[in-house]
């Protein structure tokens, strides 16, 4: 299994309350992703990094900040979290190549009450 | 905006029938075709295509791309109730210096004996 660990795993926390996700990796690959996974939705693309310091958006953003100040980590954070972001979090990695499978995380699970 | 479309969304069969799901995907930029099976936790990957024509196996699964007509199809022969899971298609595109992947929604494979 690649090296991406999560945490926590599972997490429940109040509206309003700033929330952060860690991604880190053991595999030195450029490329690290944020997606949630929501029922009838999918996976979608919250934020991506390809490379230190450098981050874009995805298609699902709105709320949602991140940081990557080292190869290995990438940080998730929910500024003030809401019930719409109840959701499971998977962090993803790839290598540092195009066309290289990307790897995902055991995920964790936010519920927001 | 980048699109992959799965169908059937769900799918029930017997043990031993042979299955096959589709992906279809409007992507700027394309670079691969990926398949994904995900079970109660993190996707874990399956097969990359990258090219038209050339079929991908690995066991009773196979994969093909069609690169002109933007789908690929996943086969599952004598299907066993342990290939019950969510198959996900995810196509990636590269761009300035990115490589994101656009997941579709998934198809829900349950296998009954």
């Known amino acids: 299994d690649a090296g991406i660990t999560q945490s926590p795993r599972h997490k429940v926390t109040e509206t309003g309350t700033p929330v952060t996700l860690r991604c880190h990796q053991t595999?030195?690959?450029?490329?690290m992703y944020w997606y949630r996974q929501d029922p009838g939705h999918g996976l979608r693309l919250i934020h991506y990094?390809?490379?230190?310091?450098?981050?874009d958006k995805g298609e699902v953003s709105d709320g949602y900040s991140v940081s990557r100040s080292k190869t290995e980590d990438f940080l998730l954070t929910l500024e003030s979290a809401t019930s719409s972001q109840t959701s499971v979090y998977f962090c993803a990695i790839s290598g540092n190549r195009a066309n290289t499978e990307a790897f995902f995380g055991q995920g964790t699970r936010l519920t927001v009450v | 905006e980048d699109k992959v479309v799965q169908s059937p969304l769900s799918l029930v069969v017997h043990e031993g029938d042979t299955v096959t799901l589709n992906c279809s995907y409007e992507?700027?930029?394309?670079?691969?075709l990926l398949w994904y099976k995900q079970e109660k936790k993190a996707p874990t990957f399956l097969f990359m295509l990258?090219?038209?024509?050339i079929e991908k196996k690995s066991g009773r699964l196979s994969s093909i791309l069609d690169k002109k007509e933007l789908f690929s199809i996943l086969n599952i022969t004598a299907t066993q109730t342990g290939d019950s899971a969510i198959y996900l298609c995810a196509a990636s595109n590269s761009g300035a210096g990115s490589y994101q992947l656009t997941f579709g929604k998934g198809t829900k494979l349950s296998v009954i004996p």
């Open positions: 990258t090219s038209s024509g």
């Open positions: 992507v700027t930029n394309f670079r691969s």
């Open positions: 990094s390809y490379g230190v310091k450098d981050t």
């Open positions: 595999e030195n690959h450029r490329y």
